[in-house]
């Protein structure tokens, strides 16, 4: 189920569905011509940088010491 935003081009009113796609369809018909779906894209969270650059002092000792303790050889980066 996704949410969906439909509205009617002669009164300028909007409303949002939470259903599948097929009951959007269905309402569609159902409610006739002045009614439409409104496409568009979904908000984004975004950020810069990675998980440990935004963790604490201590998150990142503990995975040092990880790292030192982890052997010769292994792949592990903080």
């Keep these: 189920m996704a949410l969906y935003t439909i509205t ?3 009164t300028d009113e ?9 009951d ?3 309402t569609l018909e159902k409610r006739g011509e002045p009614w439409r779906q409104v496409i568009g894209t979904p908000g984004f ?7 440990v650059n935004k963790t ?5 000792n503990l995975l040092q010491k990880i790292e030192r303790g982890s052997g010769k ?6």
Excluded: I, P, R
């Excluded at 969270?45 to 998980?51: E, I, K, L, M, Q």
């Excluded at 604490?56 to 990142?60: A, F, H, M, Y």
């Excluded at 050889?73 to 903080?78: A, E, H, L, M, S």
């Design 45 to 51: 969270v975004s950020s810069t940088g990675n998980v």
């Design 56 to 60: 604490s002092g201590d998150w990142k």
């Design 8 to 10: 009617n081009d002669k």
């Design 24 to 26: 959007l369809q269905k």
């Design 73 to 78: 050889g292994t792949n592990f980066k903080t």
């Design 14 to 22: 909007t409303e949002e569905l939470f259903c599948t796609y097929e």
